[in-house]
Every structure is written in structure tokens, then in C-alpha cells.
């Protein structure tokens, strides 16, 4: 049993030896399947990428409500631009995350006319200036991460390698720059309030950038609780609902939270970068043929990729 997430270079996976290719793939899959989180280290994406997201979204987040709340767009679920504090919560709890994040959204939507109105435009606010070309940036570069991390997963399924490609083209994959406010009223936390309550993931896999602080924490199967740390060079990876589903939880999307700081540290924020990586909203969710066996029958109803996210944002409150 893991007492923390593996370490894995994406380097043996792309340019590696058939060998190294082939214990990564291996690597990944038992990772996936028995705690559903990993550490990736040569993922694409630069110090300085890294460092420019993160310093235009700390300038935006330090912005008085009332200019933040002008990018918050009524009737996007969230889905595009500012989401205030305490109006997410976690699925079947009723005391809100102690957050607030903004949204990024696939720039490059499909052609087809039924799959439109679930791809909203981005909004971008006019300060800071440059949100949207570093934003864009680290997208389609967590993007093209994610693709191959998707094609080492379909190897490890037993499927072609590229079985995920055209399902992710054009995704409807989310960038989230999450401000874990100070907090200062202990009477939530009496209440019950942390930053981000116990949940799954809704999507296929999800990428995250290196959080500014400590908080977060995984779900083992024993029932214990283990932190997640990461080196600098690296970004956590984890499995999703729709992931988890799809194979029939042959791969797990692990429970996971972001405890609140120790008391000294109450007053001091936490920024964090997660890549959200949905497919396009008419992909098939049922569960492939080959996670279903007598010792694993099927668990889940078939469902689209699209229906299942409406499903869950009104769960967490985002969409009513």
C-alpha cells in the first residue's frame, strides 16, 4: 500500500526505450488503479510558465469583489470566467468550500452545432492585461500532456493507443486558478468549512500545476488520510469520475480534500493551477467491454460525458 503517490518521468512514455515505455505504462496503470494519484516529471510545462500564471492570478484574486464579481457571468454554471467565494461545495455536503476561483475554457470549440452551447466563450478581465495569453498557453500545453497521458492509459486498458485522441480533440477541458482566501472567521471553521471539502473529480484526469502551500490530502484505501506532496518539477495527476467510470473503477478517482493551514497560518492564502481534462461532451461513458468481468460486473448506468457534468455541477451547487 502506497504511504505516498508514485514518481513517474513522462520522458520514459515519449522518447524512451520500448522497455522504459512499456514499465511506465505499467507504472501509471497500478498507480491509477490502487491510489489514483501520481507525480509527473517532464511534463512540458516551464518554471516560467508556471511562475507568469500564477503571478497574473495573485494579482487578479488581491482585486476588491466588487471588480472580480464583473467577471462572473450569470448562467455559465461556472464553467467560464469568476465564481465567488463559498459557492461551491463538495457533492453531498451542504457547508460551502472557503475559496474562490476563475475558469478557463477550451478556445478552440468543435464545429458541430448540437455540441456549442456547451462551450461558452472565455471571459477576460481588462486587468490584468495579460491573463489571457498566459492562460491560453499553459492550457495547450497541459492539454497536450494530458493527450499523452491518456495514450499510456489506453495502452494499459488493452486498447489502441490513440483511442482517447479524438475523444479529447477539442475537449471541453477546464484551467481553474483556485485563491483559498485567509480565513478569518473561526465560526466557520466550527461550523465545518475547509477549503475544499472531501469529492471526486468529475472529469477523465486532471493535471495540477504545484500548489503555493500545504493542504492537500488523499483518501487511502485503509481509510487514512495522506498528504500529497510533490518536487518543484513536477505536477500531480489523478483520475476523474468520468475515468474511473469508464472503466468500470478498474482505474480510481480517489476521494481527496484541502484541509484547512495550522492556526498561525489561518490568515494566509493558497493559490492552486488544476487542469481539468474533459472530453468533448458527446463522448460515451459506458463502461468498456473490457473492466467488465463476473468478478467486476458493471456498476454504472451508460451515460455521455456531457450529461454527466450538467449532472454534477448541480450537485455541487454551481448549476441549479
Known amino acids: 500500500?502506497?504511504?505516498?503517490?508514485?514518481?513517474?518521468?513522462?520522458?520514459?512514455?515519449?522518447?524512451?526505450?520500448?522497455?522504459?515505455?512499456?514499465?511506465?505504462?505499467?507504472?501509471?496503470?497500478?498507480?491509477?488503479?490502487?491510489?489514483?494519484?501520481?507525480?509527473?516529471?517532464?511534463?512540458?510545462?516551464?518554471?516560467?510558465?508556471?511562475?507568469?500564471?500564477?503571478?497574473?492570478?495573485?494579482?487578479?484574486?488581491?482585486m476588491d469583489d466588487a471588480y472580480k464579481s464583473t467577471c462572473e457571468i450569470p448562467g455559465l454554471a461556472g464553467q467560464r470566467g469568476y465564481t465567488g467565494k463559498r459557492k461551491e461545495h463538495a457533492k453531498g455536503q451542504n457547508v460551502a468550500d472557503l475559496k474562490e476561483f476563475y475558469q478557463i475554457g477550451q478556445p478552440d470549440k468543435p464545429k458541430e452545432a448540437h455540441l456549442q452551447k456547451e462551450y461558452p466563450d472565455n471571459v477576460?478581465?481588462?486587468?490584468?492585461?495579460?491573463?489571457?495569453?498566459?492562460?491560453?498557453?499553459?492550457?495547450?500545453?497541459?492539454?497536450?500532456?494530458?493527450?499523452?497521458?491518456?495514450?499510456?492509459?489506453?495502452?494499459?486498458?488493452?486498447?489502441?493507443?490513440?483511442?482517447?485522441?479524438?475523444?479529447?480533440?477539442?475537449g471541453n477541458s477546464i484551467l481553474r486558478a483556485i485563491h483559498y482566501f485567509p480565513i478569518l472567521d473561526i465560526e466557520e471553521i466550527k461550523k465545518g468549512a475547509i477549503r475544499a471539502g472531501e469529492h471526486e473529480d468529475i472529469n477523465l484526469i486532471t493535471l495540477l500545476m504545484g500548489a503555493s502551500a500545504d493542504g492537500l490530502e488523499i483518501l487511502r484505501n485503509d481509510g487514512k488520510w495522506i498528504a500529497v506532496t510533490s518536487l518543484p518539477e513536477q505536477i500531480v495527476v489523478n483520475v476523474g469520475d468520468m475515468l474511473s467510470r469508464l472503466t468500470n473503477d478498474t482505474l480510481k478517482s480517489t476521494t481527496h480534500r484541502v484541509v484547512n493551514p495550522k492556526n498561525e497560518k489561518l490568515g494566509t492564502s493558497r493559490f492552486s493551477m488544476p487542469f481539468f481534462m474533459h472530453p468533448r461532451a458527446d463522448m460515451d461513458l459506458s463502461c468498456l467491454p473490457g473492466c467488465v468481468t463476473v468478478q467486476n460486473p458493471k456498476k454504472y448506468t451508460d451515460i455521455t460525458a456531457g450529461a454527466f457534468l450538467d449532472q454534477r455541477l448541480r450537485e455541487i451547487g454551481l448549476k441549479k
Open 124 to 170: 477576460w478581465p481588462s486587468n490584468p492585461k495579460d491573463m489571457d495569453t498566459i492562460s491560453l498557453e499553459v492550457y495547450k500545453t497541459l492539454e497536450n500532456t494530458g493527450i499523452q497521458l491518456l495514450r499510456a492509459i489506453a495502452i494499459y486498458l488493452r486498447l489502441e493507443d490513440h483511442y482517447f485522441d479524438a475523444k479529447v480533440l477539442q
Open 1 to 62: 500500500m502506497f504511504d505516498a503517490i508514485p514518481s513517474l518521468d513522462l520522458h520514459d512514455f515519449i522518447h524512451g526505450t520500448q522497455d522504459s515505455k512499456a514499465k511506465f505504462v505499467a507504472d501509471l496503470g497500478k498507480a491509477f488503479h490502487e491510489i489514483g494519484f501520481v507525480a509527473i516529471k517532464n511534463h512540458g510545462l516551464t518554471d516560467e510558465q508556471t511562475k507568469k500564471l500564477y503571478d497574473v492570478f495573485k494579482k487578479f484574486f488581491a
